[in-house]
C-alpha cells in the first residue's frame, strides 16, 4: 500500500526535442524541479523520453540527479506511463534511487511510486511515494497492471 509520501516537489518542463517521427512519435523532454525528498530540500534535473501510443498515451523512461544544498546528489532512473488531460498529460512512474548521500540514504534499495502531472504552460507538480517496505520493515512489491477507466493502474500487491 502506498501510505508513505517520500517527496512532493515543483518544477517546469525546460525544453523539447523531436527524436523520431517513425511508427509512433517519439519527444524528449528536460525539467527542473525543486522540492523535498525525505525532508531535505532538493533541486531536480533530469530528461524523460516518451512514445505518443493511441488513444493519447505515453510510454516513457528518463534519468535525472537531484542536488542538495550541502552538494550531495541522488541519481535516479524511471519508467513512466501516460495520457492526455486537456492541454497537459499525467503520469505514473516507477523510480530506482543510488546515492552516497548520508542525508538520502535511505533512498537506496526504495522503488519510488509518482504521480506527475504536467499543465499546458509546462509547469510541473509530483508527488513521491515509498513502495518498498510495509510497517513491520518487511519487503515489498507493487505491480501497477494497465485496467482502470482513469488512468490504468490497479495494484496487486505480491
Known amino acids: 500500500m502506498l501510505e508513505e509520501i517520500i ?34 530540500e532538493v533541486r531536480d534535473v533530469g530528461t524523460f523520453w516518451h512514445i505518443f501510443k493511441e488513444a493519447g498515451t505515453f510510454y516513457g523512461q528518463g534519468q535525472g540527479v537531484l542536488f542538495t544544498k550541502d552538494g550531495e546528489t541522488v541519481t535516479w532512473t524511471a519508467q513512466s506511463m501516460g495520457s492526455a488531460r486537456g492541454e497537459g498529460s499525467e503520469w505514473r512512474a516507477s523510480i530506482l534511487f543510488d546515492t552516497s548521500s548520508k542525508k538520502l540514504s535511505r533512498l537506496n534499495g526504495i522503488t519510488g511510486i509518482a504521480e506527475y502531472e504536467i499543465d499546458k504552460d509546462g509547469n510541473a507538480k509530483e508527488k513521491i511515494w515509498n513502495d518498498y517496505r510495509n510497517k513491520d520493515g518487511e519487503a515489498k512489491m507493487t505491480y501497477i497492471i494497465a485496467t482502470n477507466k482513469k488512468f490504468g493502474t490497479k495494484k496487486k500487491t505480491k
Open 7 to 40: 517527496g512532493e516537489l515543483r518544477g517546469k518542463i525546460t525544453g523539447n526535442r523531436v527524436s523520431s517521427v517513425e511508427s509512433f512519435p517519439e519527444v524528449e523532454s528536460s525539467f527542473q524541479d525543486m522540492g523535498k525528498i525525505l525532508g531535505v
